[in-house]
């Protein structure tokens, strides 16, 4: 179904998953605030399948409704309690889903052509109701860079890197991947070629899509406003702003690579000799932008 709706049912991911963690940070239960939240989606698992999750970051806190206090976490030992975040989770998507079929917005084919009928999707929607949905949520390991950090290194791959590749030969692929069901050991996977294409284009997005989302106080549309309260509700100094990166250094350091070394020799440097500019006016080009966040 995600295959043949990917935009909705990825979006209704991102949705569910924020609107889950929002409703539990405003419930005064918890916290009473607005928390900061940033999402990730990830479409793959070690062996290239169609494994759709997201991973976040969650504030610690929230910034009071009159964004004058901040509301620092009652309990040292968890932020929201995991069950709980299932059911609504659950309930949110199940609903959106829901939803999607009955304005028609969502396209049956192939495998799931029968659920065109109204009856069968009633019964589908039932049995996914009967399962425990995953929520995986845990402690920070160290501090709010090195969290960054971690998730920022999966933020600019897809599906596989280079270095779990083993072997290419006779139309067969070699790469190694992680079994977690027992302990984790490193095992090598061969697929025929064709079929290592099939899984690695599962994980092509949506022309334009967007798979880094920020919510809550982290949020487009009124970060401008909360970060700066946010700061000043825990008396931290304003970021101190530093000179946007070049392409170069930028590429360096998110893959490591040295666009500028010539690729043959690797001890030469490229020197840009010319600057070629498209032949059409740039507000011509249709723009291919995601939905905002």
């Known amino acids: 179904m995600a295959q043949g709706n990917p935009q909705?049912?990825?979006g209704l991911l991102f949705q569910s998953a924020a609107a889950t963690l929002q409703t539990f940070g405003r419930d005064p239960k918890w916290l009473g605030g607005e928390i900061g939240l940033t999402l990730v989606l990830h479409t793959w698992g070690?062996?290239?399948?169609?494994?759709?999750?997201?991973?976040?970051?969650?504030?610690?806190g929230a910034l009071a409704p009159d964004s004058a206090r901040w509301i620092a976490t009652k309990r040292r030992d968890f932020?929201?309690?995991?069950?709980?975040?299932?059911?609504?989770?659950?309930?949110?998507y199940l609903a959106g889903l829901h939803r999607a079929y009955t304005?028609?917005?969502l396209c049956c084919a192939g495998s799931t052509a029968p659920l065109a009928s109204p009856k069968a999707f009633d019964r589908f929607l039932a049995q996914l109701r009967q399962h425990a949905w995953v929520?995986?949520?845990?402690?920070?390991?160290?501090?709010?860079?090195?969290?960054?950090?971690?998730?920022?290194r999966y933020t600019h791959r897809v599906a596989i890197s280079n270095h779990r590749l083993v072997a290419v030969h006779e139309g067969q692929v070699a790469f190694r991947w992680r079994d977690s069901r027992h302990g984790n050991r490193v095992k090598v996977m061969t697929l025929a070629a064709g079929e290592f294409i099939r899984r690695f284009l599962l994980h092509t997005l949506p022309s334009g899509w967007v798979r880094i989302r920020h919510y809550g106080l982290l949020g487009n549309r009124c970060?401008?406003?909360t970060l700066?309260?946010?700061?000043?509700?825990?008396s931290q100094p304003p970021p101190v702003l530093t000179a946007p990166a070049s392409a170069p250094e930028l590429m360096r350091r998110l893959t490591g690579i040295d666009i500028e070394?010539?690729?043959?020799?690797?001890?030469?440097?490229?020197?840009?000799?010319?600057?070629?500019?498209p032949l059409w006016p740039l507000e011509d080009v249709p723009r291919t932008t995601g939905p905002p966040s």
């Not at 070690?46 to 610690?60: A, C, M, P, S, Y």
């Not at 700066?228 to 825990?234: F, H, I, K, N, T």
């Open 8 to 10: 909705l049912l990825y």
């Open 46 to 60: 070690q062996t290239l399948e169609h494994h759709i999750h997201v991973h976040g970051i969650v504030t610690g």
């Open 79 to 92: 932020l929201f309690p995991v069950k709980g975040l299932a059911k609504v989770f659950r309930g949110k």
């Open 103 to 105: 304005q028609g917005a």
């Open 135 to 152: 929520v995986y949520a845990k402690p920070p390991f160290g501090s709010a860079q090195q969290v960054v950090a971690y998730l920022g």
């Open 223 to 225: 970060r401008a406003r």
């Open 228 to 234: 700066p309260a946010s700061r000043q509700a825990l």
């Open 261 to 277: 070394r010539c690729p043959h020799c690797h001890q030469g440097r490229l020197a840009v000799i010319a600057t070629l500019y």
